[in-house]
Nanobody, 115 residues
Framework: QVQLVESGGGLVQAGGSLRLSCAAS????????MGWYRQAPGKQRELVAD???????NYADSVKGRFTISRDNAKKTLYLQMNSLKPEDTAVYYC?????????WGQGTQVTVSS
């Protein structure tokens, strides 16, 4: 059974940085696409960034130039480096992984950016 476990969330001041990690277990196969989503209170879950097995990445306009997504296929780990954080980045961040068309989700990690 595939499990995704996020870590690295927390409280940071505006302008600060955080690095999120997502460790996958329970599978010997790598994922086709892995990504980070976020959901702020009262809002829908939205894509932050995703990355293919080959390393092609895609970012939401709101985080371009500030966030960097990366993955280590050998370690089955996904990362999100978040710089120049803004209060509007406050949300629960979820790891997502897709393999053979099946999506998997982590439990989420809270990121809070104070002004």
């Amino acid at each position: 059974q595939v499990q995704l476990v996020e870590s690295g969330g927390g409280l940071v001041q505006a302008g600060g940085s955080l690095r999120l990690s997502c460790a996958a277990s329970g599978s010997t196969f790598s994922f086709d696409v892995m990504g980070w989503y976020r959901q702020a209170p009262g809002k829908q879950r939205e894509l932050v960034a995703d990355i293919s097995r080959g390393g092609s990445s895609n970012y939401a306009d709101s985080v371009k130039g500030r966030f960097t997504i990366s993955r280590d296929n050998a370690k089955k780990t996904l990362y999100l480096q978040m710089n120049s954080l803004k209060p509007e980045d406050t949300a629960v961040y979820y790891c997502n992984a897709i393999r053979w068309g099946i999506p998997y989700w982590g439990q989420g990690t809270q990121v809070t950016v104070s002004s």
